[in-house]
């Protein structure tokens, strides 16, 4: 490719996560996406989920027992003169820190509501973290074939909580059993509520914004409700502000109903005119990597251990931010030093996977692995070195003493953890006195999900003695004196071998700086 192919290429790239607590829709949503790319032929198989038969982005095993998902997956298609590049996030806020990661690998995000339950405080949690990335958040508000909450109410609710601006894009017509489609603020048009075999229906609006003609909506007391409310929403509301949008102070607010793949589209079309192309990538050095500058350069924001049971592979996920991938090319490992060659690529379509032979910045591709990548490594092309930005790690919360059950199985144990723990699963550590082993999560979920693969995927059982909660700080190894290790504040090392505290509770940790004035602690390395 030369230089505007390139660029032709990158532009045409909208890279996104898609987030919400679980049950809201996210993977509904993402079928009919699919669906518009002509990914996925058939729809309902999410709904298909109770007769075994689950939905393509589902892979793992325990994913499918508890009805949630707890990885990440990548999808994308054609649509629209547009590669559009969709990253699963797990709904759960016990793998918040696979989602931020995830969210580094992205250009904006897609937040899908329940109309019934507004926002929950996992999709709080999981919104702040999108705010600390400072991308632009399109949300979807979902299920009004069923009854909700009034549209107002939830407007009012999502700028409180969560501290952005709303704009309405389009406004409900009643929900539930009187769900009568959407007044299209944005296109100036009313999108009528029908079943998916009758297709799509609109109505124009006039210059006041009322049905033109004769229409039975007209005679319809919620047709007027709908108008006051929207003359509310354009008086006291928020306007359109691209700018806003860009930066993530200001949401565009769709309402639909992802089952019925009622307003998907309408809010599809309008994410793509307003989706941010790849961004500039900010390396460790403070320098900006154009996503067309010819060199290639990318980063590993995810690595997962056996997504295919019978193959157990391992793939780095591998977020491009400048250049052409080309298979079999070299590159350099940052981290290393070290050249490896890239020829065993692939990319995803749904379950499917097809090898890549070229990828541009924006697109992701799945390297398979034989243990060379850490989560966070940058690989590039050419003489100047790049290290992108260090993937933020959250201090986990949450500690259990772990073994293995049958001690004649140490290798399986050892494999399963290491690979795991690589993953970015489970955080291990060491007790220094005794050697135990000892792991770190920010949900209990985390531990749970580490138990069934270990037993699934490594053949190994392992045993959880719960440690509750701790405060971990780390302590500088100069200032380090065993001795100060108690029963309050265990002495731990983690996988770099750096030592730190894990304190019983706030009060331990109180004592301890009274203990040690001049020893400094700090909460992430
Ligand atoms: P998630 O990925 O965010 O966890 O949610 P998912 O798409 O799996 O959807 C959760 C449930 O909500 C599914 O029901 C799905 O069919 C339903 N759902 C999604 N979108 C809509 C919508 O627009 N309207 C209605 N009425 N339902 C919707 P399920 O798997 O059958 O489980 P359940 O119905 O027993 O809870």
């Known amino acids: 490719m030369d230089q505007k192919q390139l660029k032709q290429a990158v532009d045409k790239r909208r890279t996104f996560a898609i987030i919400s607590h679980p049950d809201a829709g996210k993977t509904t949503i993402t079928e009919q996406l699919l669906l518009f790319g002509g990914v996925v032929r058939s729809a309902g198989t999410v709904k298909a989920k109770k007769s075994g038969n689950f939905a393509k982005s589902d892979w793992m095993e325990i994913e ?51 109309s019934a339950k507004g926002i929950e405080p996992q999709t ?15 949300t979807f508000i979902n299920k009004l074939d069923r009854d909700g909450r ?15 601006e709303g704009y309405a894009m389009n406004w409900p017509i009643g929900m539930g059993k009187g769900f009568k489609g959407i007044y299209d ?40 409700q709908v108008l006051e409310e929207i003359e509310l929403v354009k008086g006291a509301g928020s306007t359109f ?52 500058a010819p060199e290639f350069a990318g ?46 690529s692939t990319q995803f379509m749904a379950d499917a996977r ?51 059950k049958n001690v004649m199985k140490q290798k399986s144990f050892h494999k399963g953890i290491e690979q795991l723990v690589q993953e970015g699963a489970v955080q291990l550590y060491q007790s220094y006195s005794t050697g135990d082993y000892i792991l770190g999560a920010v949900g209990q979920l985390q531990f749970e999900v580490f138990q069934f693969r270990m037993a699934n995927e490594y053949n190994s059982e392992v045993v959880m003695e719960p440690m509750g909660r701790k405060i971990a700080r780390w302590i500088d190894p100069e200032q ?37 004035p001049d020893v400094k602690l700090t909460a992430k390395l």
């Open 64 to 114: 499918k027992k508890r009805g949630i998902s707890v990885t990440s997956s990548v999808m994308q298609f054609d649509y629209d003169g547009k590669r559009v590049i969709i990253l699963d996030t797990p709904g759960h806020e016990d793998f918040s820190e696979d989602t931020y990661r995830t969210l580094m690998a992205v250009d904006s995000a897609v937040m899908v509501i329940d």
């Open 241 to 292: 502000d691209e700018a806003k949008i860009a930066q993530g102070k200001l949401t565009p607010v769709f309402f639909g109903s992802a089952l019925t793949n009622f307003g998907v589209k309408t809010f599809l079309d309008a994410y793509l005119q307003f989706a941010p192309k790849p961004a500039a990538h900010k390396t460790e050095a403070g320098d900006l990597v154009e996503p067309d």
């Open 124 to 138: 709080k949690k999981l919104f702040q973290i999108c705010k600390m990335r400072g991308i632009p958040i399109f």
């Open 354 to 404: 097809e090898i890549v032979e070229t990828a541009v910045a924006g697109d992701i591709i799945g390297l398979y692995d034989t243990g060379n990548f850490q989560i966070g490594d940058t690989i590039y092309t050419g003489k100047k070195a790049v290290k992108f930005e260090k993937l933020p790690q959250f201090t986990p919360e949450l500690f259990v003493h772990v073994r293995a």
């Open 480 to 516: 380090l004196d065993e001795k100060m290790s108690s029963s309050r504040n265990l002495l731990v090392k983690d996988r770099q071998g750096n030592p730190l505290f894990l304190f019983e509770n706030e009060f331990s940790e109180r004592w301890f700086k009274d203990k040690y």
């Open 185 to 224: 603020i944005f296109n100036n048009r009313i999108e009528l509520y029908r079943s998916e075999a009758e297709g799509e229906s609109f109505l124009e609006l006039d210059d006041n914004g009322e049905i033109k003609g004769d229409h039975p909506l007209k005679q319809e007391s919620i047709y007027q």
């Open 299 to 344: 980063f590993v924001f995810k690595i997962q251990a056996n997504m295919n049971p019978n193959h157990r592979d391992r793939i780095a996920f591998v977020r491009i931010c400048s250049g052409e991938f080309e298979r079999g090319m070299d590159v350099t490992l940052e981290r290393t030093g070290k050249k490896l060659r890239l020829s065993n």
């Open 150 to 164: 009034e549209p107002l109410d939830l407007i009012a609710e999502l700028e409180e909580v969560l501290g952005i």
